[in-house]
Structures are given as structure tokens and as C-alpha cells.
């Protein structure tokens, strides 16, 4: 049977192994534009998340009875984990794009669609519904008319075109869209 401090110095390994794959698939989840892989990812980290929270639950308690703490190394690890995972989400969310010059948002009876556009030509459009959430980003194009996407599709179906019409305090899904009074977005500020 191994000594104590070495099942306690192993239980932490795994921990920091179990929350670097968390951190992993979490910080993967946005750049997937594949709904099934995406919910591979999102699989993946719940898996890794209840791994990590049962060897949390076994390490903790053993470490206290033998006396011996995670090593700096493992500490380090779990930390550099962590934050790189938070600093990714907080890169995710536009904290690092600047300024944000236009705010924009649709609603129907299920979900709502947010568009973000910040002054160093990245956008941000996040799909919220009854379930989850999607988030999209990538570079526009802004005229005084259209605002020009580079990706398409913009999110996971042609919902939204490429290029889409700025008339007052609208944004039209469809440059050429004929009944435009419910497939816009409503601009919050600019």
C-alpha cells in the first residue's frame, strides 16, 4: 500500500489534470461552430467538471488527515488553469475588444438575439434561448447603411444575412427584406 503522502500527492495530480481538461473544453466551446460538436464540448466539460468536484471531495479530506497540502507546482498549475480559462471567457465576452460603439437587440417569444459592435471591428452576437446560449464574434464592416459580417453564415443558419440594412433605429436581417416590421434588431444605443 502506497504511503499517505504519496495517494495525497497523486489525488492532487489528477485534480489539477481533471480541471486543466475542464478548463480546455470550456475555453473550446466558443470557437466550435458546429452544434455537434459544440455539444461534445459542452458533454466533455460536464464530465471533467463532476470528475473533478468527487476528486475534489476525496483529496481534500485525505490531505487534511495526512497533513500534507497540494505542492506549489500543483497550486500553479490549478491557478494557471483557471485563469487562463477566465481571462478566455472574459476575451469571449468583448472585455478586451474596446469601446463599444452600437448595442442591438431582437426578440421573439422564445429567445432573444444580442449584437454588439465595438470601434475595432469586432462583433459580438449572442443567441439566447429557453435552454442555452450560443455566442458568435468575428470582424464587420460598417457603412452608414449596411454593416458587412465576415463570416457567413452568421450564426448557424442564414437567419441573418451577410449584409445587413441600417435604416434609423433598426438593423434589418435582410438588406432586400420586403415585410421587414419583425426580423430586425432594435437598436439599444449607439
Not at 142 to 160: A, L, R, S
Request: proline share 4%.
Amino acid at each position: 500500500m502506497p504511503a499517505p503522502t504519496v495517494t495525497v500527492k497523486k489525488a492532487w495530480t489528477r485534480i489539477v489534470l481533471a480541471v486543466g481538461l475542464c478548463c480546455l473544453f470550456y475555453s473550446l466551446m466558443p470557437f466550435i461552430r458546429s452544434a455537434d460538436v459544440s455539444l461534445l464540448l459542452f458533454l466533455l466539460f460536464i464530465v471533467a467538471g463532476l470528475v473533478t468536484a468527487a476528486l475534489l471531495v476525496r483529496a481534500i479530506p485525505a490531505s487534511i488527515v495526512a497533513k500534507v497540502p497540494p505542492t506549489l507546482l500543483q497550486l500553479g498549475a490549478l491557478a494557471t488553469a483557471l485563469s487562463a480559462a477566465v481571462l478566455l471567457h472574459l476575451y469571449h465576452q468583448g472585455s478586451f475588444y474596446g469601446r463599444e460603439i452600437l448595442s442591438a437587440r431582437f426578440k421573439d417569444d422564445f429567445s432573444y438575439l444580442d449584437l454588439q459592435l465595438f470601434e475595432n471591428g469586432r462583433y459580438i452576437m449572442t443567441s439566447t434561448y429557453i435552454v442555452g446560449e450560443d455566442t458568435y464574434s468575428g470582424t464587420y464592416q460598417k457603412t452608414d447603411t449596411t454593416i458587412t459580417f465576415e463570416h457567413f453564415p452568421v450564426i448557424h443558419n442564414d437567419f441573418i444575412s451577410q449584409t445587413v440594412r441600417l435604416k434609423g433605429n433598426r438593423i434589418y436581417f435582410r438588406p432586400d427584406y420586403r415585410d421587414s416590421s419583425y426580423y430586425h434588431f432594435t437598436i439599444e444605443h449607439q
